[in-house]
């Protein structure tokens, strides 16, 4: 789960092609930390994050050791950018850490092309049966599990309550209010704020996430499923035309300041620094702004295009844990994601660091041990079930650039070197090749 950073797809692209020839599953050995002394098992689990999220890592990881005697785990962490190159070169030299920590935007780059394990082969070790169908199906790969789904996580909208009261507004009804509603308001309070250097909503424009969302409220998908409507040219054109409107109307800064905040780390940005009202973020994330930011901010739901309809939110899968498809110790690494999933050792510690868990049981259990923050992000994970869409497929093998591409076009539509209706163009045809 990731809106912030920008990757680089090109290196990870290379090394998927290297990598795609020699995957098969049971072809070789696992690289390094395949064996131990006396006889035990050592295992390599790669993860990203920041340090307060390796840290509770670890910690869990602690526990399963403990539990283990005989497994030992090195926790390999890595910021999220780097994370990809460094991954990609890993299993092109069949060296991929047992346990993977997957995202949305590759697990079909990976699990298509072999390079992780058929989760079902484990299914007397890691029991993912008491997860949500609908849910756990996020994390197949043309029919094949190859990602457990860590958590669930929504795209919604992060608001700073006290910049709004200076600003003299109320929060929205988030049940009735409309991108419009968001524009003006946002306006608004760069007009009241602005001197203080505050801004009614960091950035709109440049993010894979807020497509699917305007595609999605338009009965579209931008990698549609059979059945589905595809994304069309007007529907994109609508969105580069708002993203500029929210610029016009100083609801959004300038796009230099947007490209900036886009890209600088999470605890320096605008919307954790108190200098922005609203931020668009997957909502678990509200826990590291809230920490940050050290302010009582809220989640609301995201905008609908007209007033009353429905904003057909998403379920998304926070993360997967997956396999690699040639470790040598492929039990006690499906044994390791089940303790990180399900056992109270583990999920006590972790929480909603990682989204919302997917299997209602272990929100209970961990509900007693949440702050304020996280019980606000449990139940309004909760809240929302009777109200989301299906969600739509995982991105495709071949669109792991795809978001960084989203950002560059928006960037030139910002910048004015682009007009929306060539920037549709350009990114449909983007959509159409990262398709094929």
Not at 231 to 250: H, I
Request: overall charge negative.
């Amino acid at each position: 789960m990731r809106v912030r950073r920008m990757i680089r797809p090109m290196t990870v692209m290379v090394c998927l092609v290297l990598l795609a020839a020699g995957c098969a599953p049971g072809t070789g050995g696992g690289g390094e930390g395949g064996g131990g002394e006396s006889g035990q098992v050592a295992l390599r689990m790669s993860t990203w994050g920041n340090d307060s999220r390796l840290k509770l890592t670890e910690e869990a990881v602690t526990a399963f050791q403990q539990a283990n005697p005989g497994i030992t785990v090195q926790v390999e962490n890595s910021e999220f950018g780097s994370y990809w190159d460094k991954l990609a070169t890993q299993t092109a030299g069949n060296n991929a850490p047992d346990v993977i920590q997957m995202d949305e935007s590759y697990i079909a780059a990976y699990g298509g092309r072999n390079a992780l394990l058929d989760l079902s082969t484990q299914s007397s070790v890691l029991d993912l049966s008491a997860m949500d169908a609908k849910v756990l199906d996020t994390g197949k790969v043309n029919d094949t599990l190859v990602g457990a789904p860590v958590g669930v996580a929504l795209f919604s909208v992060g608001v700073n309550p006290e910049l709004l009261q200076k600003a003299g507004l109320k929060i929205p009804d988030d049940k009735t209010w409309t991108w419009d509603d968001l524009a003006t308001m946002a306006s608004t309070v760069t007009q009241k704020l602005g001197s203080d250097g505050v801004v009614g909503m960091d950035f709109f424009g440049l993010s894979a996430a807020e497509i699917g969302v305007w595609a999605r409220q338009h009965n579209q998908e931008v990698f549609p499923l059979e059945g589905q409507t595809a994304v069309t040219e007007d529907t994109l054109v609508s969105y580069f035309e708002f993203a500029k409107k929210m610029v016009g109307m100083k609801a959004t800064p300038p796009a230099g300041s947007q490209s900036e905040d886009l890209t600088t780390a999470l605890d320096q940005s605008k919307f954790a620094t108190n200098k922005a009202a609203f931020h668009l973020q997957f909502h678990t994330q509200i826990a590291a702004f809230v920490a940050a930011s050290g302010t009582d901010l809220k989640l609301l739901r995201l905008p609908a295009q007209k007033s009353g309809d429905s904003p057909r939110m998403v379920n998304k899968a926070s993360m997967y844990w997956s396999l690699a498809a040639r470790g040598e110790h492929t039990e006690e690494a499906a044994k390791l994601v089940d303790f990180l999933m399900t056992d109270p050792a583990a999920v006590k510690v972790l929480k909603v660091e990682r989204g919302v868990p997917a299997i209602a049981e272990v929100q209970s259990v961990i509900e007693p041990e949440l702050d304020a923050t996280g019980k606000m992000s449990l139940t309004f994970a909760q809240d929302m079930q009777d109200e989301v869409v299906p969600p739509p497929q995982v991105t495709p093998q071949n669109a792991s650039g795809y978001s960084a591409e989203v950002t560059r076009i928006g960037t030139d539509v910002l910048f004015d070197r682009k007009s929306p209706a060539d920037a549709a163009q350009d990114l449909l045809a983007v959509i159409k090749e990262s398709s094929g």
